[in-house]
């Protein structure tokens, strides 16, 4: 019971950090979490003013606030309860999933959070940080030595995909957004989906794009991380149970 309450707070906490690099990192806002004497200590995203501890440390926040802001009462992003809640939930899971908190519940968990994180500000703001995907290919990396012994494979793979990606650089689709939408994915994907799982990945992605093709309010991109993210944590579960 007690390990559940820690990695419930834990995932507060993350999801907490999390709402700070979703409103910051679009906006070059300096990172600076709970230091009051940072040039930017936490304030409110509409009317800007300085919040007290209570104010914005998770769930605290919500119930001193009641979803609002003290201040301004300007209502509080839906995001960062999405964030908050998603985080303490894959929290628990991740904990139950891989028994306890293991090397496997680490590295999913926090490509779970940047998953989300990865969605939400490309559906927000309509772009993908690239230090929230380096940190996610970083993390995959360690994920494939962990689960196949050898860094080959993943980096056989990440080179397949650098070298497609340059060659996307250089074509004439090199100024548009979608293009980095794609190497987002083709690098995300060949750093963290295992080959014997590849084919299945491609299947489902194809499957959308004919989706796609028919209803383009489909949010492909959004849908392609989650896909990663479902077929990762399937992956992992079976290595679990094979060892
Ligand atoms: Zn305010």
């Not at 906490?13 to 990192?25: C, D, S, V």
Request: proline share 3%; aromatic share 16%.
């Amino acid at each position: 019971m007690l390990e559940y309450i820690i990695v419930t707070v834990f995932g507060l906490l993350i999801g907490n950090f999390a709402t700070t690099i979703f409103y910051r990192l679009p906006r070059n806002i300096t990172i600076c979490g709970i230091n009051q004497n940072c040039d930017q200590p936490p304030f409110c995203s509409y009317c800007r003013h300085l919040l007290k501890p209570h104010e914005y440390l998770p769930l605290l926040s919500w119930f001193s606030t009641f979803g609002k802001c003290n201040y301004c009462n300007s209502n509080i992003p839906t995001q960062y309860f999405i964030l908050e809640i998603s985080a303490v939930i894959l929290s628990n899971s991740c904990f139950y999933l891989f028994n306890g908190i293991t090397d496997l519940y680490i590295l999913i968990f926090g490509f779970g959070v940047s998953c989300l994180l990865n969605i939400l500000i490309y559906r927000e703001h309509k772009a993908i940080p690239q230090i929230i995907t380096i940190s996610m290919l970083f993390w995959g990396a360690i994920y494939r030595t962990l689960t196949e012994q050898t860094i080959i494979l993943w980096l056989s793979t990440i080179s397949i995909a650098f070298i497609i990606s340059l060659f996307l650089l250089n074509s004439k689709f090199n100024d548009t957004f979608r293009s980095k939408c794609i190497i987002n994915i083709l690098m995300l994907t060949s750093v963290w989906c295992s080959q014997e799982d590849l084919t299945l990945y491609m299947l489902i992605i194809t499957m959308l794009c004919i989706l796609w093709s028919f209803w383009k309010q489909l949010d492909l991109y959004s849908l392609s991380i989650l896909t990663l993210f479902c077929i990762t944590i399937s992956d992992a579960i079976l290595f679990l149970n094979q060892t």
